[in-house]
C-alpha cells in the first residue's frame, strides 16, 4: 500500500489561521505563488511537488469574495493538473452561505452556485465549519465534513466559570444553537422575539426567559453588521441584564460593524479566527479565540481515513 504524503497550502484569505493549522500539524505550509497581474487578474503557480499527495488547501471565502473563491479555484486547477492525488478545500467560512434558498422569484441559488463550481473544477472533499445553513452539505455530490466551533467556545467559557450565565439567541432562528450551549454549559437559555408590530415603526424585542440580574451571552453563527446582536444587547440591558457578552464564530465584521459594536453594551465580544480579522477592527473587549488546533485534528483524521464527528462526541 502506498502511503501518501500530506501536504497543507493556503490561500490568501487567512494566512495566519493556515500557518497555525500547519504548526498543529507538524508540518510546513506548502509553497505556492500568487500574484496579481496590473488588471487584477490572479497568478497561481505551485512551488513544490505534489504528485500523488493528499493536498488540503485552506482558504476562507469571505471579502473580497469573489477574489477568494476564484483565487481557490485557480489553486485546485493548479494542484488537479500537478497530479495531486486527492485535494480537499477547506473552508472555515464559507462565502455566499446566506443565499442557500429562493426568497423570492427570478433569483439565483448562489450557495448551490459557488459548490458546483468548486466540485466541477476538481476538489475531492470539502472541510468547513459553521455552515450557516446545514443544507448547503447537500448542494455538494462530494464528502463534506462539518466542524462546529462550539467546542472551542463553550471550553472557553467553562474556564470563566462566570456565574448566574444564561445563553441567550438573537432571534427564533438560533432557538437550537442556544439550546445546545446551554445544555452544553449546564444554564438555562433565553430567546429574543423580535416583532415589527406596525409598518414604519422599530421593531419590539420580546424576551422569552428571564434575564434580570443574569450574565448573558448572546450565540450566533456570525457578526455582519452587528445590526442584530447589538439590538439584541440593548434589549438585554433594559430588561436588567448584569453582564453582555457576544459569541460568534464568524466575525465577518462588514460596514457599520465596528462602529455599532463599539456603542454597544458587551462587555466582551467573542470570534473565532475563521476570517482573518485586520488591526483596525480589533475592538479592546474584542476576544479571539482560535479553531486552528480543531481544523489540524480534523484534516489529520481524514488524511487517515478515521471518523471526523468523533471530534464531537
Not at 500568487?34 to 512551488?47: A, M, N, P, W, Y
Not at 444553537?177 to 416583532?195: P, S, T, W
Not at 455582519?224 to 439590538?231: E, L, M, R, W
Not at 477592527?281 to 488524511?303: D, F, G, Q, T, Y
Given at each position: ?56 488547501v ?27 492525488y ?11 452561505g ?61 474556564k ?63 457578526i ?8 439584541a ?32 453594551p ?48
Open positions: 500500500m502506498i502511503s501518501r504524503d500530506i501536504k497543507i497550502f493556503s490561500g490568501s484569505a487567512n494566512k495566519s489561521l493556515a500557518k497555525e493549522v500547519a504548526k498543529h500539524a507538524k508540518l510546513e505550509l506548502g509553497k505556492i505563488e500568487l500574484t496579481r497581474f496590473s488588471d487584477g487578474e490572479i497568478s497561481v503557480k505551485i512551488r513544490e511537488n505534489v504528485r500523488g499527495a493528499n493536498v488540503f485552506i482558504q476562507s471565502t469571505g471579502y473580497p469574495a469573489n477574489d477568494n473563491i476564484m483565487e481557490l479555484l485557480l489553486i485546485i486547477d493548479a494542484l488537479r493538473r500537478a497530479s495531486a486527492k485535494i480537499t478545500v477547506v473552508i472555515p467560512y464559507y462565502g455566499y446566506r443565499q442557500d434558498r429562493k426568497v423570492e422569484p427570478r433569483v439565483p441559488i448562489s450557495a448551490k452556485v459557488v459548490a458546483k463550481v468548486i466540485e466541477s473544477i476538481g476538489a475531492n472533499r470539502m472541510l468547513c465549519m459553521d455552515l450557516h445553513a446545514d443544507q448547503i452539505q447537500g448542494f455538494f455530490d462530494i464528502p463534506v465534513d462539518h466542524l462546529f466551533s462550539a467546542p472551542v467556545i463553550i471550553d472557553y467559557f467553562k470563566e466559570a462566570i456565574e448566574d450565565l444564561i445563553i441567550v439567541s438573537p432571534d427564533s432562528g438560533g432557538a437550537e444553537r442556544a439550546r445546545f450551549f446551554g445544555k452544553q454549559l449546564n444554564v438555562e437559555m433565553a430567546i429574543i422575539d423580535k416583532r415589527r408590530e406596525k409598518a414604519n415603526q422599530c421593531d419590539v424585542m420580546h424576551i422569552v426567559g428571564n434575564v434580570k440580574n443574569k450574565n448573558c451571552v448572546l450565540i450566533d453563527d456570525m455582519d453588521t452587528a445590526g442584530t446582536i447589538c439590538n444587547a440593548n434589549a438585554l440591558k433594559e430588561h436588567g441584564a448584569k453582564r453582555v457578552f457576544a459569541a460568534s464564530t464568524h466575525g465577518v465584521l462588514s460596514g457599520p460593524a465596528i462602529e455599532r459594536l463599539s456603542k454597544a458587551f462587555d466582551e465580544i467573542i470570534i473565532t479566527n475563521t476570517l482573518s480579522i485586520p488591526e483596525e477592527k480589533r475592538l479592546k473587549n474584542m476576544k479571539i479565540l482560535s479553531v486552528a488546533s480543531l481544523i489540524s485534528k480534523a484534516i489529520e483524521r481524514i488524511h487517515e481515513e478515521k471518523s471526523v464527528s468523533s471530534l464531537f462526541i
